[in-house]
């Protein structure tokens, strides 16, 4: 794909990797269709794509909403005429262990609302933008690109039964929708950070980043333009579609 002039849906665009990912494809000169729950938060991201050379369009949104997304899909066709790409990348986190037991006593457990908050975001999230996205993919005849969002955490990380359990199903609902879609020239793939320094990796004690750090073969966390990076080359590629890219300095080996 020649990026240059195509529309580009990120959602969690305002900032951390959503805004990495902006900031990079908009030296293409895209349009981009920046994406968060509240649209004043995409300002900075948005004038930073707008000097870099893209044509920058704002939207607020909660992805875990049926409703919200069509309405969002429907009005970046309106605005943009038509969806040639989407990267989906909004997520949030409720880490908690399942159960925690001592001297006879369960101190806590992780709640109902620890699960299902991370499951309708991070999981149900992904599934109705892709199908709202390659259902004007496939209506305007564009041959586009659909990118998820996964982690490494997929592979199952303490605390994070809701987080692994939802970036798994990510991952895989990549492979299926490439077999699915390919019939109407429709990639996807999928990208499953490591470690990076975003804002909420930056905000923890100097001790916890470096406990972090030492644990990971190239001794250094991401960089959010790496993972930026590989969008890029995805979107480029078009030969890529299926497949899931680990970007995490050999952390999961």
């Known amino acids: 794909m020649d990026i240059k002039g195509k529309v580009i849906v990120i959602t969690g665009a305002a900032r951390g990797l959503g805004a990495a990912m902006a900031r990079r494809l908009a030296a293409h000169g895209p349009i ?33 909403s049926e409703a919200d997304v069509i309405g969002l899909f429907d009005q970046v066709v309106n605005d943009c005429g038509t969806v040639d790409a989407l990267v989906n990348n909004a997520g949030i986190t409720r880490d908690a262990l399942l159960l925690k037991y001592k001297d006879g006593e369960v101190l806590s457990k992780m709640s109902l609302e620890q699960w299902q908050s991370v499951i309708d975001v991070n999981l149900t999230g992904v599934f109705l933008c892709g199908r709202e996205a390659a259902e004007r993919m496939v209506k305007n ?14 592979a199952g990380n303490m605390g994070q039964t809701n987080y692994s359990a939802a970036k798994s199903g990510v991952q895989a609902m990549a492979v299926v929708w490439a077999k699915e879609l390919a019939r109407y020239g429709i990639r996807v793939a999928s990208i499953a950070p490591g470690f990076i320094e975003t804002e909420m990796v930056l905000g923890m004690k100097p001790e916890a980043r470096e406990k972090l750090t ?40």
């Open 214 to 253: 030492s644990g990971i073969p190239l001794k250094r966390m991401g960089q959010p333009d790496e993972i930026a990076h590989t969008v890029e080359f995805i979107l480029q590629n078009d030969y890529v579609s299926g497949r899931c890219f680990d970007i995490d300095g050999a952390l999961r080996l």
């Open 32 to 64: 981009l269709a920046l994406v968060d729950l509240d649209a004043a938060s995409l300002t900075d991201c948005a004038s930073a794509c707008e000097a870099a050379g893209a044509t920058v369009r704002t939207y607020a949104a909660n992805v875990a």
């Open 141 to 154: 005849g564009a041959q586009g690109v659909i990118i998820n969002i996964a982690s490494i955490s997929r």
